[in-house]
Structure formats: structure tokens, C-alpha cells
């Protein structure tokens, strides 16, 4: 399945105002957002150094919202370059459609900084982290193929396939770690 087909040019506005993404760009940006938040989490955490959930959760953060603001911009230029050279009145909110990418990385951002506030381990909160990114990533895989149209049992098999990639990002971190 392809995550971009059927998205509407680039630079242009997204359908029912700014900020409202359809519900297939939401998924595609929402499993992008999961697997970055948790392969960045994964990376930051080192066992045997000194835990700094504080900046770790920033960085997560600031990660998210710069990858978010490359990709939108990205649409701009790809719009660019396949129109006839002009600008188009939507690059802002090429950019500021992303959103949904940012969004899937706060839970990650919030587990984290709950280690900074001392109510856990940061290893604990990278471990819930990792899970429930997992779980989530499950979760928008059964929801698209929903939304596509797919039965059950094939939609629970490509919230299996999504599912697999938050596996592959914590087997890393086991095997790296």
C-alpha cells in the first residue's frame, strides 16, 4: 500500500481547513511519528550512563517537530519542482499539515519526562515508551486497513506488519544495549 497515493498536491490546503488531515495521512504520518519516537528513545537511552530523561524527552521532541516541519517542506519543493517553478499559497500548511507526526511522538515525550519528574525510572519510562508505541503502531495498522476497506483478518495482519517494525526497533535496542 502506498503511504502517499490519493495525497492531494503539494502546498495544498488539506480538505475541511489547515489543520485536519485526512484520515489516511493522519495514519501514514501517525506510524511515522511512532517509529521515529521510538527509535530515538531506544537511542538515547544507554544503560550504564547516567540517565537524562530531561533532555532526552526534548530531544525527542525537537526530533519530531523538526522531522515534521523537513517532511512538509519536502511536499513544498516536491510541488515545486513538478508544477512550473511558482510558489504556491499552501506552504505553510504543507508544513504545518505534519502535525500528526509530532503528535504521535508526545506520549513518548510525556513517559519521559515523567521519569524527569522522578515518578519512574527513565529506563522504566523507555520501556512503557517502546510498548506502547507497539502497541499503537498495531493499532493504526488495523485502523488503515480498516479504513480501506480490508476485512478483519486482513487488517489485523497489517497491524501485524506495523506492529513488526516497533518490535525491530526493541529488538535493536536489546541487541545494541
Known sequence: MNAHAGAAPAGSPAPGGLLRSRPEQWLFKGIYGLVLA???V???DVPGEKANPGPDALWVLLTALVSGV???YAHVIAGRAAADGAARPGRVRAVLDEWPLVAAALPTVVLVLAAAAGWWAEETAVDTALGLNTVSLFCLGVTA???AGLGRLASC???ALDML???AIIVADVLIG
Do not use: T
Request: proline share 0%; hydrophobic share 60%; aromatic share 0%.
Open 70 to 72: 523537513a517532511h512538509g
Open 157 to 159: 495482519r497489517a497491524g
Open 42 to 44: 531506544a537511542a538515547l
Open 165 to 167: 517494525l516497533g518490535l
Open 145 to 147: 486497513a480498516r479504513a
Open 38 to 40: 521510538s527509535a530515538l
